[in-house]
């Protein structure tokens, strides 16, 4: 095995450690531990998961959410392990501890805090908490900008090496990229999407979908909430957004196009007319791996894609028609201020509504809409402006459905 010339011993400080990345990623720390130590975890409420990765990985640090929860860990580790918890434990976590990389592995607006506390620290960070560049991708522009200290416009500073992406889909496009003269040269971007699985499902029948027929994603397993945005393709409207903060591409030159295979993870079109692809097998530990290794590649053993054994790969167009969250957050997007902040808190809370059995699957896309229609953008220029905005759009949203308190 050829070794790659990396620097040795990255400290890693993971967000999410119990869930599907989290857990992945220390796959990636086991694989290649003479170069990756875990400094810090932080998980949410599974604790026994969390108490084996500490005993494992012997973190300083970790959070976990509860007074309860963070007393029994301490009742375990005592002084070994500063343990946080609570509304503000996340973002101390992350100002306090002392780390190279954030594998912010999150899921919805908590994770926004914590990418810039990171940021705000001049720390790289590995991202798969995909709602940090959708309602605050003008803020962590800023951000950067000033550590740069470069003299181009906020709304074309690269975030590239500051932040590297996790999503399968924006990985694919950063080693496109690399394969040419970066994004100077792209023409365009083209997003991968499996299509979820209601891809063939005629749009009369939606009303009728379950959360059970919902999570039962055809090529992903992930978590929940993510899975959800991918049968409603608002998961792929996220990544639009995502695309535009992470290489400073226009609108009009990011596209979306259905693939069903989930081999081909996105497509990068040069000025020249090339148009360059990243394929592979569907696995999130490649590009968590890479995020980590970037812009060296490691080796990762274990299956290889054999394309006769695919056979064939399909591509077609959205329907936008079937899937209006996907139009929703490209719209959402082109507005810009904190029109993305509103599409995203409004999602958040109707796909809990939706697991839970409180509205249905097409309620998702129509209290999102009105709540995009109501609101009156503004500057998303700071994090209190853009939570102050969430929090406006969560309460509305239950309080007009007689769910407060619920």
């Known amino acids: ?42 998980a949410g409420g599974n604790v026994s998961l969390l108490i084996e990765q500490i005993r494992e990985f012997y973190p300083s640090s970790i959070y976990i959410a509860g007074k309860e929860n963070a007393d029994a860990v301490k009742g375990l580790f005592g002084d070994k392990v500063n343990v946080y918890y609570g509304n503000d434990g996340l973002e101390r976590i ?16 908590v994770g926004f805090r914590p990418t810039v506390a990171a940021l705000s620290r001049g720390k790289r960070v590995a991202l798969a908490n995909k709602e940090s560049l959708v309602i605050g991708g003008d803020s962590i522009r800023a951000i950067v900008n000033k550590s740069q200290k470069t003299s181009k416009p906020v709304d074309e500073t690269p975030l590239i090496p500051n932040l590297l992406p996790i999503d399968s889909e924006h990985s694919a496009i950063l080693q496109c990229l690399q394969a040419g003269d970066g994004a100077e040269t792209a023409e365009s971007i083209i997003i991968t999407a499996s299509g979820g699985p209601f891809r063939n499902l005629p749009k009369e029948s939606f009303a009728a979908i379950t959360p059970e027929q919902a999570l039962n994603h055809p090529t992903w397993s992930m978590g929940k909430k993510i899975t959800i945005d991918s049968a409603t393709l608002m998961n792929k409207g996220f990544e639009v957004i995502e695309a535009r903060h992470l290489f400073s591409l226009p609108y009009e030159r990011l596209r979306v196009c259905v693939h069903p295979q989930s081999i081909v993870h996105s497509l990068v079109e040069f000025h020249d007319g090339a148009v360059i692809a990243q394929l592979g097998l569907p696995d999130m530990e490649l590009p968590i791996q890479y995020a980590l290794s970037w812009p060296n590649r490691l080796p990762i053993p274990g299956k290889r894609l054999s394309l006769p054994t695919i ?14 969250c996907l139009r929703l957050c490209i719209e959402a997007g082109k507005t810009g201020g904190t029109a993305p902040a509103v599409i995203n808190a409004a999602n958040e809370v109707a796909v809990n509504l939706f697991l839970s059995k409180k509205i249905g699957f097409t309620d998702i896309a129509k209290i999102v809409e009105n709540e995009l229609n109501k ?10 402006t853009i939570m102050e905005v969430d929090r406006e759009v969560r309460e509305r949203i239950l309080s007009e459905l007689g769910l407060v308190g619920l």
Do not use: Q, W
């Not at 990623?25 to 170069?35: G, I, K, L, Q």
């Not at 780390?99 to 899921?107: E, H, S, T």
């Not at 056979?311 to 899937?323: H, I, N, V, W």
């Open 1 to 42: 095995m050829t070794d790659v010339c990396i620097d040795n011993n990255k400290k890693l400080l993971i967000l999410g450690s119990t869930g599907s990345i989290g857990r992945s990623t220390c796959n990636c720390v086991r694989r290649f531990s003479e170069r990756f130590s875990v400094t810090g975890l932080a």
């Open 311 to 324: 056979g064939s790969l399909d591509f077609l167009e959205p329907d936008m028609d079937k899937f209006p």
């Open 94 to 109: 992350v100002s306090e501890t002392d780390y190279d990389i954030l594998v912010n592995a999150l899921v919805g607006a």
């Open 375 to 384: 609101h009156n953008p503004i500057n998303a220029d700071s994090v209190d």
